[in-house]
């Protein structure tokens, strides 16, 4: 039981009837003492179900609940890293070993499990809950159900949980299952987050992945400068949206990360990469264009871009722009940030499934 104490000082109700994988997640961010890296409520920074907004709008959530894939996507875009076994793809062994590692640690992982109520003989369907224990010897697992107004924690034996993980979720037609959370050793994000509102995600990956592609291979650019023109003139201010400031502005940011923060900002200002959009974003106002956005935001999207964005150009011109954005050439804390944002950027295209990009010129 020792991966019970972090949980039970944090367990939690969930605030509505489909944030059940909300309440989890909320439960396991608060155990594993990840650090939002922004305020919730006046001078505190605590996770509550209303900051975990970036891989579907939290309306969205109220009407639908979430998938498995969707909570390991939230859990990546918080702070955590998030290991995501299927019931079908994985075995009763499998689970006990996990829930084995999980319960014998004070630090992590935390095992979220996603299962059928009914499969159990408790009321309603699809729910998620953190497990906090395993009794080896009666083969239970003490899972916390965070619509605690319901049930209390409750022991399960785990051959039953297992059975309750393998009907399928409806939205996606494949079996639930568990997640395996840790803090990242990183953090979280220090200025730059996802958190889209003027577009579905769905539409967002589709954008980056088969009309931005599309766009560069029409414009065929032969050199990297060409390459950010053309990327720059692809962008519009609704999918910059997917990208928004952590705080509105430095004074905001907590007292230990400004300095991390004005560090990030200096080194991104300093890139060639950085210059180059500010020149084709200038292009793209002398030539009566709207700007999408500010220079830093575009220049964190830019870099942020899945390398499959990129396919479509010619490869001089590929070439060119990969040195431009090539992880350890940048400092420290902008390597950070970019490399948190590609993570980020790479589970929502796992949900949404947009790896259909460039199909057509590889």
Request: glycine share 8%.
């Amino acid at each position: 039981m020792e991966g019970w104490f972090a949980l039970a000082e944090q367990f939690h109700t969930q605030a509505d009837p489909a944030f059940c994988g909300l309440g989890t997640l909320v439960v396991a961010l608060n155990a594993l003492g990840v650090d939002p890296g922004r305020l919730w409520k006046g001078p505190w920074r605590w996770y509550s179900e209303e900051l975990l907004d970036c891989c579907l709008p939290l309306d969205a959530v109220r009407d639908r609940g979430v998938t498995l894939d969707q909570f390991a996507c939230l859990a990546r875009c918080n702070g955590a890293t998030a290991e995501t076994r299927r019931a079908g793809d994985a075995t009763l062994a499998t689970f006990r070993a996990d829930l084995r590692a999980a319960a014998s640690s004070t630090g992590g992982p935390v095992l979220a499990a996603s299962y059928s109520r009914r499969a159990l003989g408790q009321t309603g369907d699809g729910h998620f809950s953190p497990v906090a224990a395993f009794h080896e010897g009666r083969d239970l697992a003490l899972v916390l159900d965070v619509a605690r107004f319901k049930y209390p924690p409750h022991w399960v034996p785990v051959p039953a949980l297992w059975e309750a993980m393998r009907p399928l979720e409806p939205a996606t037609g494949r079996p639930r299952g568990w997640v395996l959370l840790r803090r990242r050793p990183e953090g979280s994000t220090v200025l730059f987050r996802l958190s889209n509102t003027r577009l579905p995600w769905a539409d967002v990956t589709r954008r980056l992945l088969v009309d931005v592609p599309a766009a560069l291979q029409a414009a065929a650019p032969a050199t990297a400068r060409e390459a950010v023109r053309a990327l720059v003139d692809a962008l519009s201010p609704e999918l910059l949206s997917v990208l928004e400031a952590a705080s509105t502005a430095l004074g905001e940011i907590p007292a230990e990360h400004r300095a991390e923060a004005e560090a990030l900002l200096d080194a991104l200002c300093g890139t060639a990469f950085y210059r180059e959009v500010e020149g084709a974003l200038a292009a793209r106002a002398g030539g009566a264009g709207a700007s999408p956005g500010p220079p830093e935001f575009v220049t964190m999207l830019l870099l942020a871009l899945p390398d499959a964005t990129l396919l479509c150009l010619p490869e001089a011109a590929r070439v060119e722009l990969d040195a431009l954005r090539r992880l350890d050439a940048f400092a420290p804390p902008l390597r950070a940030e970019v490399t948190l944002l590609r993570e980020q950027l790479a589970a929502l295209d796992e949900v949404y499934g947009a790896m259909q990009a460039c199909a057509s010129c590889r």
